[in-house]
């Protein structure tokens, strides 16, 4: 089945994301639940930038369910809190981009989390590959701040 052709939050056989959440690609997580998971950025635009996502594949806003979405924002100020307790950001970005001309690089919905430390510091172009020995450090101090 295409994913043209694809139920509504069924998972999409190519999707990164999709493999990730079911657990076919490695990520370094920091949260998980029966709906949401949280994992770090491998191109991260700052340090301690990660990602939240649906466990089921919705392409965008526009197909994810208002009842998923309203639990979409509290979670994320929820790990944005950790994650700035626990990496010393006092600022933060939180982007969703929808479609390819919007920046939208995984057709599968997530929340970019950035943490800002200073003016300028968030590039325009993708950030640098991941240092892959830092990751589970940097996922480890925002776990640790989660309430």
């Given amino acids: 089945m295409s994913p043209q052709n694809q139920d509504a939050g069924s998972p999409v056989e190519s999707c990164v994301f999709c493999k990730i959440a079911g657990g076919r690609l490695p990520s370094v997580r920091i949260f998980e639940d029966e709906d949401f998971l949280a994992f770090m950025d491998i191109s991260p635009q700052t340090e301690g930038h990660f990602l939240l996502v ?10 994810m369910p208002d009842q998923l979405l309203a639990r979409a924002l509290p979670l994320a100020k929820k790990l944005a809190q950790a994650a700035r307790d626990g990496l010393a950001a006092p600022g933060f970005n939180i982007l969703q981009n929808n479609g390819a001309v919007a920046g939208q690089a995984v057709p599968h919905w997530h929340l970019h989390i950035i943490p800002r430390r200073r003016p300028g510091e968030l590039p325009l172009s993708p950030g640098a590959p991941a240092d892959m020995t830092k990751l589970p450090f940097t996922a480890e101090k925002i776990r640790l701040n989660l309430k």
């Fill in 54 to 63: 649906s466990r089921a594949h919705y392409d965008s806003v526009f197909e």
